[in-house]
Nanobody, 115 residues
Framework: QVQLVESGGGLVQPGGSLRLSCAAS????????MGWYRQAPGKQRELVAM???????NYADSVKGRFTISRDNVKNTVYLQMNSMKTEDTAVYCC?????????WGQGTQVTVSS
């Protein structure tokens, strides 16, 4: 089994930056895709960004140009650099890993954007 451990959430002011990390451990097989979803209170979970083993990325329109996803395949870790943050970015951010039809989710980390 694969375990995902997220870190880097917290409180940031509008316009600020945060960097999330998600480390995978356990039975790691490639190729796989990793990334982030988020869920704000009262809203459905939505895609933020995903990245394949080969580095192909997919972003939600709402974060394009502000967020950057990257990964270190040696460390089995995916990162989400969040810049120019907005209050509407406030949510629980969950790491996701896809290996074929096998989906693994992290516990989630709270990100709050507020002055």
């Amino acid at each position: 089994q694969v375990q995902l451990v997220e870190s880097g959430g917290g409180l940031v002011q509008p316009g600020g930056s945060l960097r999330l990390s998600c480390a995978a451990s356990g039975s790691i097989f490639s190729p796989n895709a990793m990334g982030w979803y988020r869920q704000a209170p009262g809203k459905q979970r939505e895609l933020v960004a995903m990245i394949s083993s080969g580095g192909i990325t997919n972003y939600a329109d709402s974060v394009k140009g502000r967020f950057t996803i990257s990964r270190d395949n040696v460390k089995n870790t995916v990162y989400l650099q969040m810049n120019s943050m907005k209050t509407e970015d406030t949510a629980v951010y969950c790491c996701k890993r896809e290996w074929g039809s096998v989906i693994t989710w992290g516990q989630g980390t709270q990100v709050t954007v507020s002055s």
